[in-house]
């Protein structure tokens, strides 16, 4: 099994940037294609971006995060980041990270509130 613990929320006006980061417990980004989800009370959890595993990089976003957001890895410290800029009040939301096909239990998110 694999734990993540996310991390780099808070408030932020909008505008803002944060950059939010999910340690893995064990090594695992060089087998599986990584993604940053976010959830909001009473929605379905949202794909936010994803990125590819192994040597070549390929990264994918959502249209409502595409150029405003940015997902990149470190194999070495089996994490995973996502920038964010430009944040807008729809962003605010806990944000998750897991394998793109969502395999691993889930863990705790963290908080990114965008207001004035």
């Known amino acids: 099994q694999v734990q993540f613990v996310e991390s780099g929320g808070g408030l932020v006006q909008p505008g803002g940037s944060l950059r939010l980061s999910c340690a893995a417990s064990r090594t695992i980004f060089n087998f599986y294609a990584m993604a940053w989800y976010r959830q909001t009370p009473g929605k379905q959890r949202e794909l936010v971006a994803h990125i590819t595993s192994g040597g070549i990089t390929i990264a994918n976003y959502a249209d409502s995060v595409k150029g405003r957001f940015t997902i990149s890895r470190d194999n070495a410290k089996n994490t995973v980041y996502l920038q964010m800029n430009s944040l807008k009040p729809e962003d605010t939301a806990v944000y998750y990270c897991?394998?793109?096909?969502?395999?691993?239990?889930w863990g705790q998110g963290t908080q990114v509130t965008v207001s004035s």
């Open positions: 897991n394998t793109l096909d969502g395999r691993f239990a």
